[in-house]
């Protein structure tokens, strides 16, 4: 089967640091995707890994663990703009398999 | 560079009727896909071309679903007749042949709702 698990919303300050966890369970694995989309707009990629380890990004760092099927995301100095839905997408054999997303709120 | 475009934005139909949606690719993207997101779930990926040609289409829900990509630029996702399950999101995402074709650009959807 497929699954992918990740928080469904989360609420941080500006300025802080938050970060979003992702696990997943696929019968394929190409590579681990977060995108951020913004109400009513398209998903824009924030960040891909295909091997493990932190890869960073301005403000925005990805993490992967395949054996662990775990990636997080975080997002540093928050700004009220980064209020959001945050997607967490699996690549198998071409297509992107999603998580439900999580949605963000950063408060002042 | 113009990003992937969808048309229409929003459609409101009645169950029965026909309605087609529109995508138009990033110039080049010889990648294209379709996903839909009902409402509470996931998205889920519906069929990928490459060029004109239907490379996976395991994702579609049922024969009521038409796909085209003639000339290989820009497609067309027709429902008929559309049912209210079918209300949900409609994103399409391109991407071009070779490296950096891991990376989708996706379209800002079209939002369908069956009455």
């Known amino acids: 089967g497929q699954n992918i698990d990740q928080p469904t919303e989360m609420t941080a300050t500006e300025g802080a640091i938050v970060q979003i966890n992702c696990t997943y369970q696929t019968s394929g694995f190409n590579g681990l995707f977060w995108y951020q989309q913004h109400a009513g707009e398209a998903p824009t990629f924030l960040s891909y890994?295909?091997?493990?380890g932190l890869e960073e990004k301005g403000r925005f760092s990805s993490f992967l663990s395949r054996s662990k099927g775990y990636s997080y995301l975080l997002l540093k100095e928050l700004q009220m703009k980064d209020s959001a839905s945050y997607l967490c997408?699996?690549?198998?054999?071409?297509?992107?398999?999603f998580g439900q997303g999580t949605t963000l709120q950063v408060k002042p | 560079e113009a990003g992937v475009t969808q048309f229409p934005s929003h459609s409101v139909i009645e169950k029965g009727q026909t309605v087609t949606l529109r995508c138009d690719p990033i110039?080049?993207?010889?990648?294209l896909y379709w996903y839909r997101r009902v409402m509470g779930k996931e998205i889920k990926f519906l069929l990928h071309?490459?060029?004109?040609?239907?490379?996976?289409e395991s994702g579609m829900p049922n024969n009521r679903f038409l796909a085209e990509r003639t000339g290989g630029t820009y497609s067309t996702l027709k429902v008929q007749p559309a049912e209210l399950e079918d209300s949900g999101v409609y994103f399409c995402?391109?991407?071009?042949?070779?490296?950096?074709?891991?990376?989708?650009?996706f379209g800002s959807g079209t939002q369908l709702s069956v009455l």
């Open positions: 110039s080049g993207h010889d990648n």
């Open positions: 071309f490459v060029k004109e040609s239907k490379q996976d």
């Open positions: 995402a391109s991407s071009p042949r070779g490296p950096g074709n891991e990376k989708l650009f």
């Open positions: 890994n295909v091997l493990d």
């Open positions: 997408a699996v690549r198998n054999t071409g297509k992107l398999i």
